[in-house]
Nanobody
Framework: VQLVESGGGSVQAGDSLRLSCEAS????????MAWFRQAPGKEREFVAS????????VYADSVKGRFAIDRDNARNTVYLQMNSLKVEHTAVYYC??????????????????WGEGTLDTVSS
């Protein structure tokens, strides 16, 4: 499975962005999906995950109420809606998939496939 992120860019603080992650070479329906991010000089961290059926969504505390993860299995695509962006949200955002579970998808080491990332820059 190949994952390709899109939707990143440069925005102002307070703006919104919607990231997309489209899969090719396989179906996402059997994978739990997650978004991670890596800010300059920092380690990669968990942002949000969604189970195969979208019944379970898990968020990092830092993005609860601000970000929303969703999936469209018919389109083989996962989304991350990011609202009220802050400068500290500047990072490369990665999409990843795992066979394991939505809870396990909080750990980078549990992920089976990764996209190459999309850079989101938030300026004040």
């Amino acid at each position: 499975v190949q994952l390709v992120e899109s939707g990143g860019g440069s925005v102002q603080a307070g703006d919104s962005l919607r990231l997309s992650c489209e899969a090719s070479g396989g179906t996402l329906v059997r994978y739990h999906m997650a978004w991670f991010r890596q800010a300059p000089g920092k380690e990669r961290e968990f942002v949000a995950s969604v189970s195969t059926s979208a019944r379970i969504r898990v968020y990092a505390d830092s993005v609860k109420g601000r970000f929303a993860i969703d999936r469209d299995n018919a389109r083989n695509t996962v989304y991350l809606q990011m609202n009220s962006l802050k400068v500290e949200h500047t990072a490369v955002y990665y999409c990843a998939s795992t066979w394991s579970s939505a809870n396990a998808a909080q750990r980078p080491t549990a992920m089976d496939y990764w996209g190459e990332g999309t850079l989101d820059t938030v300026s004040s």
